[in-house]
């Protein structure tokens, strides 16, 4: 749906008619040239006009539903999906190259305006060259990644795992700075302000980090879990 934010008057909607078939799992993806990137538990990624809603073009080649939210760099797609692969999509919805991992990708990669930092269910963050989907390098995490990693000033990347740990990496070679524990899996990405990094897990605790060191905090134990 696309609303009015000031009164939340509907201005149009995808499909204009209800589609049992077709369902949404994740947050569309808006490109700097204007186009709204979405992908179907069908297994295809549409490209939408913002102003009414009309499609673009769509992408059908992938192999299985998506089910993380597209990336983008400037008017670049770039799509993960449960089929093990990552699809750049140039702003027609040409492919481009496309990624492997060794399993399925269930996260919104990261980026710098140069590479894509992937997150895999396969424990393994990947560092893909943006402009040809070359990798730059791979770090086993230990745990699965379901959750976008967030990248901050300094260069450091920040990834919460299904082995109940938030880790740090370098961005510019996957060292691995420091890693912090948590009481159970880390699902949602973390998010980092003033310094801190704030993550939650699966058994309702928030952390706060400290973002250089690792440091905890504070924690706070919460009656439902994060995701």
């Known amino acids: 749906y696309a609303l009015q934010a000031e009164n939340g008057v509907e201005r ?26 979405a992908g179907g538990y069908n297994n295809v990624l549409y490209s939408l006009n913002t102003a009414n809603g009309s499609l673009n073009w769509s992408f059908d080649v992938a192999g299985n539903r998506y089910v993380a939210s597209p990336q ?12 093990r692969s990552l699809y750049a999509l ?31 269910m396969d424990h393994i963050l990947y560092a893909v060259d943006a402009a040809n989907g070359n990798l730059l390098w791979e770090q086993d995490l230990g745990g699965t990644m379901v959750g976008r990693p967030v990248l901050d000033d300094s260069g450091l990347l920040y990834v919460g795992t299904f082995g109940a740990e ?32 704030y993550a939650a897990d699966l058994s309702g605790s928030l952390f706060a980090f400290d973002a250089e060191s690792g440091n905890e905090l504070w924690r706070l134990e919460a009656d439902g879990a994060g995701t």
Do not use: C, H, K, M
Not at 12 to 37: M, V
Not at 72 to 83: E, K, L, M, W
Not at 94 to 100: C, N
């Open 166 to 197: 938030v880790v740090a990496v370098n961005s510019s070679n996957g060292r691995v700075a420091w890693r912090s524990a948590t009481n159970d899996w880390v699902w949602g990405g973390p998010t980092i302000a003033d310094g801190v990094v």
């Open 12 to 37: 149009w909607r995808f499909p204009a008619e209800r589609d049992n078939a077709l369902t949404f799992y994740s947050a569309p993806q808006l490109t700097e040239d204007g186009q709204l990137a």
């Open 90 to 120: 140039n702003s027609a919805g040409e492919l481009q190259w496309t990624f492997g991992s060794a399993e399925a990708l269930w996260a919104q990669p990261a980026t710098d305006g140069e590479t894509l930092f992937v997150p895999s």
């Open 72 to 83: 983008s760099i400037g008017s670049s797609v770039y799509a993960p999906n449960t089929d």
